[in-house]
């Protein structure tokens, strides 16, 4: 999974699409089609930052960002999920086509079970604690594993309960929303008692965990976040959420061809 932030403040490409104010649609589109020709299978639009401090965006602020650049990114081969926690943003961008809703808030609005049971598209639920402002002031839990799978598997539940077919339904651990360094390697080391049978993604490119590692500042993060997804493969993730597409895709490429040669390639 690409992502494509239409955010002036995303942590690491905010702004990236914008040109005096507006969003530049043709930029998005060949950024777009870039991610798929490098391989990517879905994408991701966000309109709304989520890193530890941003301010909340308004419904309608948030569909000028998302709507214009989803409607020109239909005619692409591809997946396109928009990354909202608000319903009405999600009903519009699924009656304009979107295929998946990435909730990074576990269906904390009360009405974006209706609306993912009214279409067909998928959804993403993520684990967070607390809100993106705050989050990260003390994250505290007694066991973060068991904790997030608990969460996850009750919001599976509850989709389950309203209709939405298990495999419309994909799960995150969140790593870095409301978690310590600690509560994300935790997260990460154990990352193969999230699988549950249905898809697992992550999302660990750039974020702050593997600065905190490896001294890089978001600019410096590839070598950092290609480890981590494939550690994250490795362990289960069925996705992976990334920035930088293409060369994610090799270091895949590599992990797969290990895993599937056989001796009688010889
Ligand atoms: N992380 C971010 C945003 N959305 N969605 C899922 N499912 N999982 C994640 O880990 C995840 C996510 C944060 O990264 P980014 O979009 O690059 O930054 P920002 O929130 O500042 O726009």
Redesign the pocket.
Known sequence: MG?I?L?P??????GRYRSGGAIDVRQVADSAAEMVEAGASIVDL?GE???PG?APVDEDEECRRVLPVLEALLHLDVVLSV?TAKAGVARRAIDLGAHLI?D?SGLADPLMLDVLRAGSAGV?L?HMQGKPRTMQKAPRYDNVVDEVRQFLSQRRARCLSAGIAAERICL?P????GKTLAHNLLLLQHLSMFKNGGAL???L??KSMIGTITGQPVTGRLGGSIAAALLAVERGADIV?V?DVAATVDALEIWQAVQSVQEDAL
């Open positions: 992502v932030n955010t403040d995303s942590f690491s490409d905010g966000g930052s989520t890193r941003a990354d990435n990074i993403v993520m995150d969140g790593f870095g929303f993604m992550v999302g490119s750039r959420r920035h």
